[in-house]
């Protein structure tokens, strides 16, 4: 999110409390909805995707959905939400223990490249719900470039990147990696995205300006 001070309130469009399985086995079989819906969804378009669709290829009872979500949105920010989930930990284990801001950058370009290549249908889901709920659609980009923010705040404290706006570092840094990981590691799944991470990150950590050269 925005920095302290200028911070932009989202609203849920849903508030209520999430329908919570009280067996293990409810867990399972919602977790098989999910699954079924991030199919479907992530391959079809949310609008050609309905809980019946999404029922059957769980192979559960189409009212077997609505004991654990109560609409097809549900499942959608639902699955906006592991998205994020999983993108942070495959992010968090790739710089573990890196100290250098550049490096972690380095590292987190390749993470956040494989993350795309191996959740293909979450990370269109998340494209999908700019259309059904922007509100989560937002908020996902705004908790990422908030704790993106901080990150870059330390790194400047620390002398390890030159001073400037960090929210706006953010938010430019992360259209870097959605739009050049959608092209090379979404919509070319066979080739390698290798030479594309290195190159994006040679624009992150050097810029456009020819090396050396006075600013």
Excluded at 14 to 39: C, F, N, V, W, Y
Excluded at 57 to 80: I, N, P
Aim: charged letters at 25%; a neutral charge.
């Amino acid at each position: 999110m925005p920095a302290a001070g200028k911070m932009l309130e989202i609203k849920d469009a849903d508030a209520r409390p999430a329908l919570a399985p009280k067996t293990s086995r409810g867990e399972r079989t919602r977790q098989r909805i999910l699954d079924a819906a991030e199919r479907e969804i992530g391959s079809r378009g949310f609008a050609e995707s309905s809980v019946s669709s999404i029922t059957q290829e769980a192979q559960v009872a189409q009212g077997t959905f609505y004991v654990y979500f109560r609409t097809k949105e549900d499942v959608l920010r639902e699955l906006v939400l592991r998205m994020g989930q999983r993108l942070r930990r495959a992010l968090t284990l790739a710089t573990s223990g890196l100290k250098d801001r550049l490096e972690i950058e380095r590292r987190g370009i390749h993470a956040f490249f494989t993350c795309v290549r191996e959740n293909p249908n979450l990370y269109q889901v998340v494209a999908e719900s700019q259309f059904v709920d922007e509100a989560a659609y937002r908020k996902y980009y705004y908790d990422f470039a908030e704790s993106y923010r901080l990150a870059l705040d330390a790194a400047v404290a620390a002398g390890q990147i030159a001073p400037g706006d960090s929210e706006t570092r953010a938010w430019a840094l992360m259209g870097v990696c959605d739009m050049v990981g959608r092209r090379y590691a979404l919509w070319e799944s066979a080739s390698s995205f290798e030479a594309a991470a290195e190159e994006a990150f040679a624009l992150v950590a050097y810029g456009l300006a020819p090396r050396g050269a006075a600013r």
